[in-house]
């Protein structure tokens, strides 16, 4: 079954810190993984998209990496912002190119306290 | 349009009632997708279309959902005889080609979101 893990479910740090959150998956066949902010009541704004051959690719503050081996993913978020505080989903895209279907994980809500 | 557009924002309707949603995409993208989200969950895929067509109709829970998008860009979600269980935010992307595409092509833009409250 394809499936998108998130861990931890969520998260409070302090304002500066750093943090990385983790997504494992056994979609199949894969084509690439996304990882998504959802400010809450908001729409899922991109972060980063990585096909198989990608194993690191940064946003800013933002740097995803891959294992298409180990089919893990992380999120790493480097000096904490207020506005950090969202949700944030691993998402993975499998199947043909005729498919529309994303598997969502269930997110790690993220909160930065001052 | 600069960004993907849903309406309404908020619709709150009794059950048994008919609802449809807007869904607006950016302008030139063949792509749309539909997909609903309870509260504390990821989305969840609905339908996705490749032009006027239904490339995936594979996440329509059952027959009382329907989508269209009659010109290939404007796209309407149709729910006949609403339930309370159909309470949800439904969101609507858009993007240039097909999800395989790499990250230009395939990269996806939410809407806000409709929010759906059935009573």
């Known amino acids: 079954k394809n499936q998108v893990e998130q861990s931890p479910q969520s998260l409070i740090i302090l304002e500066g810190k750093n943090c990385t959150l983790q997504c494992n998956y056994t979609v199949s066949p894969f084509s690439n993984l996304r990882w998504y902010k959802q400010d809450t009541g908001r729409g899922p704004v991109s972060l980063t998209i990585?096909?198989?051959?990608?194993n690191t690719k940064s946003n800013g503050r933002y740097t995803a990496t891959l294992d298409a081996d180990t089919k893990q993913s992380s999120l790493h978020i480097t000096a904490s912002q207020l506005s950090d505080s969202a949700s944030y989903i691993c998402?993975?895209?499998?199947?043909?190119?005729?498919?529309?279907?994303?598997?969502f994980g269930q997110g790690t809500t993220l909160q930065v306290k001052p | 349009g600069a960004g993907v557009s849903q309406t309404p924002s908020n619709k709150v309707t009794e059950k048994g009632k008919y609802v449809e949603l807007r869904c607006d995409p950016i302008?030139?993208?063949?792509?749309l997708y539909w997909y609903r989200q309870s509260l504390g969950q990821g989305p969840e895929f609905l339908i996705y279309?490749?032009?006027?067509?239904?490339?995936?109709d594979s996440g329509l829970p059952n027959d009382r959902f329907f989508a269209v998008r009659p010109e290939g860009s404007v796209s309407t979600l149709k729910i006949q005889r609403t339930e309370r269980g159909d309470s949800a935010v439904y969101l609507c992307?858009?993007?240039?080609?097909?999800?395989?595409?790499?990250?230009?092509?395939?990269?996806?833009?939410f809407g806000e979101g409709s929010r759906l409250t059935v009573l």
């Open positions: 302008s030139g993208h063949t792509a």
């Open positions: 992307a858009s993007s240039l080609l097909g999800l395989a595409g790499g990250p230009r092509t395939g990269e996806l833009f």
């Open positions: 998402v993975v895209s499998g199947g043909s190119s005729n498919t529309g279907k994303l598997i």
């Open positions: 279309f490749q032009g006027t067509g239904a490339a995936d």
């Open positions: 990585m096909t198989f051959s990608e």
